[in-house]
């Protein structure tokens, strides 16, 4: 089947190995930001560059065990695959897996109401060893 | 960059794309054409990417820790961890160099 070009849910979401289960939200983020230049009588910038990028990651579950096993300042990877709305996982199908690398646990609040089920979200920054690569990645399941 | 690869038996060890790589028959999915195009010659049922400056990372998957350059602990930091040889059409292989496949994450292996 091919890729349906659509997406619908995440699955096999693991943090240093251990699946998170109960996922109801999971995002990505390149983190770009840009530096623009300008002087003189601009009123535009004349330069804008990539300067800098901060990828980050989230995940909130109702498995608040396992979020609040992941307290602010551990690293591992952090993993999750996002299936094709029509394909689901099947291989060459357009469900893919992302990969934050380096992943540091930032937080991990959890919230409870009455009647209504408890969630905890994790969000993650990420390091690069040599300062160049990207710790955000894909990958075609 | 060399135009003589290292050692023609030699699978590579990663793959640097230009940023407008279409790929074969994928469509806009450049993870898919990636995985399709590359992971034969990587010798990986799948493959990672990477955006980087300009161009793409593509390394089998997982990609367990590798990175462009020596990391910032190595007495190498910043040299290039792959020798990348053009294929011809701005797609380059990428050879790991002497001593690059232990340098990869925070310090030095135990």
């Known amino acids: ?141 | 960059m060399s135009d003589e690869t290292p050692d023609s038996d030699r699978k590579p060890d990663a793959v640097r794309i230009p940023s407008v790589y279409k790929g074969k028959g994928h469509g806009e999915d450049l993870d898919l054409a990636c995985k399709a195009d590359f992971a034969p010659v990587l010798g990986s049922k799948r493959v990672d990417r990477s955006n980087e400056d300009g161009w793409h990372f593509v390394t089998p998957f997982p990609r367990n820790g590798q990175t462009v350059y020596f990391p910032k602990w190595h007495d190498r930091a910043g040299a290039d961890r792959y020798e990348w040889v053009d294929r011809g059409d701005g797609v380059h292989y990428g050879y790991l160099v002497d001593g690059a496949a232990e340098a990869v994450g925070f310090g030095p292996p135990n």
């Open chain 1, 1 to 141: 089947m091919a890729s349906s070009k659509r997406s619908v849910n995440w699955t096999t979401v693991t943090y240093n190995s251990a699946t998170i289960t109960g996922v109801t939200a999971v995002s990505f983020d390149n983190g770009g930001s840009l530096l623009p230049f300008s002087g003189d009588g601009d009123k535009y910038p004349t330069t804008i560059i990539n300067d800098m990028n901060n990828p980050t990651a989230s995940v909130t579950t109702a498995d608040v065990a396992a979020a609040y096993a992941i307290p602010p300042g551990t690293r591992s990877s952090f993993v999750a695959t996002l299936n094709d709305a029509k394909g689901g996982v099947g291989a060459g199908n357009g469900a893919r897996t992302f990969t934050l690398a380096n992943a540091i646990a930032q937080n991990n609040p959890i919230s409870g109401s009455h009647r209504q089920y408890a969630t905890a979200t994790v969000t993650f920054l990420a390091e690069s060893s040599d300062g160049s690569t990207n710790p955000l990645s894909s990958s075609a399941l």
